[in-house]
């Protein structure tokens, strides 16, 4: 069955019934809104593309990394799937030093096998936040 084209748009509803067969953006109505002209997340060809997310709880590092993970989960929530079919994620750091206690939260929210991940460390984040996430999910 051949592809449709990358820009393709259908209603992302119709995304639940075939990831393989849609480009759409996706957007769970709890989920956090995108603050640019793009997508907070798009559905394409069994993938799904979640834009950086950044944590609304600042109490602590450790639970704004747990909420931006919830930002990611509440996207692909919305088609059905979860941080089991996480493929790879880019997450950002304003201080390495953060490293190691980012870690301890994500691997409590990410099950095994675990996501290839990429983490780089930034200057500065919008709106002040310490840690982002962006990710790619699949069906396994």
Do not use: K, W
Request: neutral net charge; aromatic residues 8%; hydrophobic residues 50%.
């Amino acid at each position: 069955m051949p592809l449709p084209s990358p820009y393709h748009r259908v209603a992302a509803s119709a995304c639940l019934f075939s990831l393989l067969a849609c480009t759409a953006p996706v957007r769970h109505l709890d989920a956090p809104l995108a603050i640019g002209p793009y997508s907070a997340a798009v559905a394409a060809h069994g993938l799904v593309f979640v834009a950086g997310q950044v944590g609304r709880e600042r109490s602590s590092f450790a639970a704004e990394v747990g909420s931006a993970i919830d930002g990611v989960a509440l996207h692909l929530q919305r088609l059905g799937l979860g941080l089991e079919h996480v493929v790879s994620t880019n997450v950002y750091l304003v201080d390495i030093a953060d490293f190691a206690a980012m870690n301890e939260v994500y691997a409590r929210r990410f099950p095994e096998p675990r996501p290839a991940r990429t983490t780089v460390a930034v200057q500065a984040l919008p709106g002040g936040a310490r840690f982002e996430i962006q990710c790619t999910a699949a069906q396994r």
